[in-house]
């Protein structure tokens, strides 16, 4: 059987104020080749096909459009719910859309609730664990101490994931795959850089919150297809698992990061073979520096490239980076910066406590009076990151 795996497609997101719809179309009709010339019998969108949980109409009919033609190629193809994604808009869908060989699932299910699916594809069948993206706030206690979360977090999702594991171990006459929408400890987030700063080779670790140890992932299924981080790279763990990585550059993070979607080839009774296949770059995106008449020279080496501009020097007044649009006409953001290196950006004083500020989200957010602890630990941190930046 031969599966493709990809993830993170984000249909709908903008960068800045410019919609991405004409490159993420051409990652489809890409796609769609792809599978046609490697006869692909199983897709797998391991979770965040839409950027929003109310996706825009123009996002909806590109995701319908690129399922339709994958289909009509004769692959079956299974989704999952990201944590961007409406996990009710993928059940409701889902009940007319298997109909037609495409299975969206959209809460993590036991393997007896239908957290398993079975696939049938013109090459064999397929077990597919599904789980889709576990959402804090149905496992945890958010007025807990912030370590009894995270473990509680990473005590339910190696739960499920165990169990649906166990659960494939039913299907010894099917390939058996697990699909999930998590983060796991020791992913690379991006091998680029952030704006005008390296970013270099980071990692989650285990003192991240809701991040999951590759030990945790399964044993039995023969490929384990993940989304959630959008850098592709192998995943330390005890079976063969990886991230597909978004198909696009999302943001300036992830500007020199290779794209790619992978190719699996597997049988009942054989271990999987992979092959990464990089993704044509859609538009570049470069973060650049320099003064204003140095860019202003460079403008047409830019082309249609997605800009990110660091204008330095004393040339860098607002007025001139309020017209900086009109003359770059891909610019994402410019950011003027003082000869000294300090930022010109213009900001307004905020007067108020920033823990009674932080106070008043948790309020509106979870419905509760948060505890003295968790706003001690907010006030801890806050004076970290404002005496890192002096």
Not at 47 to 59: C, V
Not at 272 to 298: F, K, M, T
Request: with cysteine; net charge negative.
């Amino acid at each position: 059987m031969r599966v493709l795996h990809t993830a993170d497609w984000h249909l709908g997101k903008k960068l800045g104020r410019f919609e991405r719809y004409a490159e993420m179309g051409q990652f489809v009709n890409w796609l769609v080749e792809i599978c046609e010339q490697r006869s692909v019998d199983l897709v797998l969108i391991a979770g965040d096909l839409f950027d929003t949980p109310s996706p825009p109409n123009r996002a909806v009919s590109l995701a319908t459009e690129a399922l339709q033609r994958l289909t009509g190629l004769g692959a079956q193809v299974v989704a999952i719910a990201g944590n961007h994604d409406s996990a009710d808009y993928f059940e409701n869908l889902n009940r007319f859309s298997e109909l037609h060989g495409v299975h969206l699932v959209g809460r993590p299910r036991g393997p007896q609730q239908g957290g398993i699916l079975r696939v049938q594809t013109r090459s064999g069948p397929a077990a597919v664990a599904c789980c889709p993206y576990l959402r804090e706030h149905a496992v945890v206690d958010f007025f807990a101490e912030s370590g009894e979360r995270h473990g509680a977090y990473k005590q339910r999702l190696g739960a499920v994931m165990s169990a649906l594991d166990r659960g494939l171990a039913d299907y010894p006459d099917c390939v058996r795959l697990l699909m999930g929408h998590l983060a796991t400890d020791g992913a690379v987030l991006s091998l680029s850089g952030s704006g005008s700063e390296p970013r270099g080779e980071r990692t989650l670790t285990i003192g991240n919150a809701y991040v999951v140890s590759g030990q945790q992932l399964p044993q039995v299924a023969q490929y384990t297809a993940l989304g959630h981080i959008h850098a592709a790279q192998r995943v330390p763990a005890p079976g063969l698992a990886r991230y597909a990585g978004s198909p696009l550059a999302l943001d300036f993070g992830e500007r020199k990061d290779r794209k790619q979607v992978v190719l699996i080839d597997v049988a009942p009774d054989r271990s999987a073979a992979v092959e990464p296949i990089d993704v044509p770059p859609g538009r570049r995106l470069r973060s650049v520096s320099g003064n204003w008449d140095e860019l202003v020279a460079r403008r047409e080496e830019f082309g249609g490239d997605y800009l990110s501009l660091t204008v330095t020097g004393a040339d860098a007044p607002r007025a001139l980076l309020q017209r900086a649009a009109e003359t770059f006409p891909r610019l994402v953001r410019a950011h003027p910066v003082a000869a000294g290196g300090q930022s010109q950006e213009p900001g307004q004083r905020i007067d108020r406590d920033w823990t009674e500020i932080y106070a008043e989200y948790v309020r509106s957010s979870v419905g509760g009076e948060p505890p003295q602890p968790l706003l001690e630990e907010f006030g801890r941190v806050y004076a970290t990151v404002t005496n890192a930046s002096d």
